[in-house]
């Protein structure tokens, strides 16, 4: 009986040793992106089955990522970019290391589509985005008037 606590202890104490090397070389500079969301925003929707999301996702690490998809329970969501003034949807969009993607008005945004119920300004839209490296990322977008535009607008256009 005696000996059966001190077999739990070293266990415990073995899985924490190997489990702390596991975290050493995940931890590592080799380790990629270092993402982060913010100004993420939907405008209240004028249909009632369609809406657009804006929102910049930051990379500070030293390796690139890729966003590939973005799934939400109010509906479908597709990535779309804007170039030359024509919209597309795209498979993927670069997260450059050291650097960031935008979702804005006029640019690449977010495309929801066949909404369960339109949002109302003053709800929030849960959307989970999927990378090509990185773990998957939820986000809630605050519904803001149809005609918000953040205060730190962004100046590449």
Known sequence: MRGRPALVAVTVIGALALAGCGDSDSGSPASGAELSVAAAYIPQPVSDSMAAGFLTITNKGDAEDELTSVSSEAGDVTVHETVDGTMKEVERLPIPAHGQLVFESGGNHLMFEKL??????????????????????????????????????????
């Open 116 to 157: 369960k119920q339109q949002p109302k300004q003053g709800q929030t839209v849960s959307v989970e985005l999927h990378f090509a490296h990185s773990d998957p990322v939820t986000v809630k977008l605050p519904v803001k008037a149809a005609t918000y535009r953040p205060a730190n607008g962004h100046s590449g256009h």
